[in-house]
């Protein structure tokens, strides 16, 4: 092993360790039947809008894949790439580490359906750009949006939070320019990245950040019940908390997020709130998508064989 990934791995291990003592300092003034008061509090409808937030999620998650099959130029059938994209994303959510955890289920799908190595790794990189295009694109337009005299809950002076914002959507609009003006694959020693046409560079930003706005939209139905934080208030708190959870490589991130939001937002805000969330948009996929990846190998297994042994005969 080298001494990169020594290092690596320590980093890791260090962003856990603050991970844990983050969790720990936010969650523990919680009881058990503080959180479970907390999420029977919240009504039937906020929770059936809520779900119907994480099932658009999920549904724009499927463009990720839908655009990463047109960009290596294999394009599969909606339905392979919404089975694929789902499958991997509820798993790989809740195991963390998404580009090898929900980058492995995608193989095993792609890789039957005609697609080499290089594509899917290529198909995993477009998806993790999807990611990082759709949470600087809503982190801009929450803190830009937000009215000047309004609260701010992470601390920020309205000339920051202007530059700030600023900033983030400047990562958009310079990789569509990138697009638009280099079209030619640009070499940086052993890096070497193919810009996808504008079309679907533009689809990867309106795609990406329609994710988050759905995921950001479901934790503020769920929040409603307890605080008066405004929509643009969840989203700036949420793309903070989901950067702090990718940081950490916590398995699904789990109490990096609510600890993070706690810590963002007003004291009001439940965890209740948030274990509700956890649960909708992490747990209920994962009992959906591991069943349908087992099932989907058993299948696969037997007709290989199948035709394994009409092959024989």
């Known amino acids: 092993m080298t001494a990169r990934r020594y290092f690596l791995k320590f980093l890791v291990g260090v962003a856990i360790c603050l991970a844990t003592v983050l969790i720990y300092r936010s969650l523990a003034r919680y009881t058990l039947d503080e959180i479970e008061e907390a999420v029977r509090s919240i009504t039937g409808a906020k929770l059936a809008s809520a779900f119907s937030f994480v099932i ?65 790794a290529k198909v995993i990189v477009f998806c993790g750009a999807t990611v990082g295009l759709g949470l600087a694109t809503l982190a801009g337009l929450a803190l830009l949006l937000r009215p000047v005299d309004a609260a701010d809950l992470l601390g920020l002076g309205a000339p920051a939070r202007i530059a700030i914002g600023l900033l983030c959507l400047a990562i958009p609009a310079a990789y569509l320019m990138i697009c638009i003006f280099l079209p030619r694959p640009v070499v940086l020693r052993r890096w070497r990245f193919e810009p996808p046409v504008p079309r679907l560079a533009l689809g990867q930003i309106v795609v990406g950040t329609l994710n988050f706005a759905c995921v950001a939209a479901s934790i503020h139905q769920l929040l409603a019940s307890f605080t008066d934080a405004g929509y643009l208030e969840v989203a700036s708190a949420y793309v903070t908390a989901n950067m702090a959870a990718l940081i950490s490589h916590v398995p699904g991130g789990l109490g990096v997020l609510e600890a993070t939001m706690l810590s963002i937002l007003p004291s009001s805000a439940s965890i209740g709130a948030l274990v509700a969330f956890r649960a909708l948009y992490f747990f209920v996929p994962l009992t959906i998508g591991m069943p349908t990846f087992l099932v989907s190998e058993a299948y696969y297994r037997h007709r290989g064989g199948r035709y394994s042994k009409q092959t024989v005969m």
């Open 56 to 120: 658009l999620s999920y549904l724009c998650l499927t463009g990720f894949d839908t655009l990463a099959l047109r960009y290596v130029g294999k394009p599969l059938a909606y339905r392979q790439a919404a089975l694929a994209s789902f499958t991997a994303l509820s798993i790989g959510h809740n195991v963390g580490l998404a580009a090898l955890s929900s980058g492995a289920v995608r193989y095993r799908f792609y890789s039957r359906w005609g697609l080499t190595g290089e594509d899917i």
